[in-house]
């Protein structure tokens, strides 16, 4: 597989280092994403983590930071599992389920881990297996794809 876009017959989109997405297999119109070019898979904030019969695992999501408005909880196949190393060196076991992310008007089907991301800026990584479908990232832009809706972002301000 190519790492160049425009080969996927796509025309690539320019995004910028963070945009707004939506997950809607989890029902969540709206989170802030951070495009990491550095990260092979794509990383989501889950919590209550819960390994079910028939290799499915229940998981609960907050998306707003600083908050637990909005929560979503959701069951699905467990796709793979997979050591991790996070930017700071730790290495943990996560689970990986396939989601489709919407970006910029464009759905992909995103490999996702499952972590707790309490700590971090941004609720969700959106790797470059993702990426490498259809994107471009500007490290000088932002939000290129608009920002999520005024009543949305007053709903949940000083907490997204």
Avoid: Y
């Avoid at 229940?58 to 996070?86: G, Y």
Wanted: aromatic fraction near 6%.
């Amino acid at each position: 597989m190519s790492d160049d876009p425009s080969r996927s017959g796509r025309t690539p989109l320019i995004a910028g280092w963070r945009e707004w997405a939506a997950l809607p297999q989890i029902d969540i119109g709206w989170i802030k994403v951070k495009l990491d070019t550095g990260a092979r898979s794509s990383a989501l904030h889950a919590f209550d983590l819960e390994e079910l019969p028939g290799d499915r695992v229940r998981f609960s999501v907050h998306p707003w930071q600083d908050t637990d408005a909005d929560q979503a909880t959701l069951e699905c196949d467990i796709h793979d599992r997979r050591v991790v190393r996070s930017s700071s060196g730790h290495t943990e076991e996560r689970f990986v389920v396939q989601t489709e992310i919407v970006l910029l008007g464009r759905t992909v089907l995103a490999e996702t881990t499952l972590s707790n991301r309490d700590q971090m800026g941004f609720r969700m990584l959106v790797g470059r297996e993702a990426l490498r479908q259809g994107f471009l990232v500007d490290p000088a832009r932002s939000f290129v794809g608009g920002r999520a809706p005024r009543d949305v972002r007053r709903r949940n301000r000083g907490r997204a």
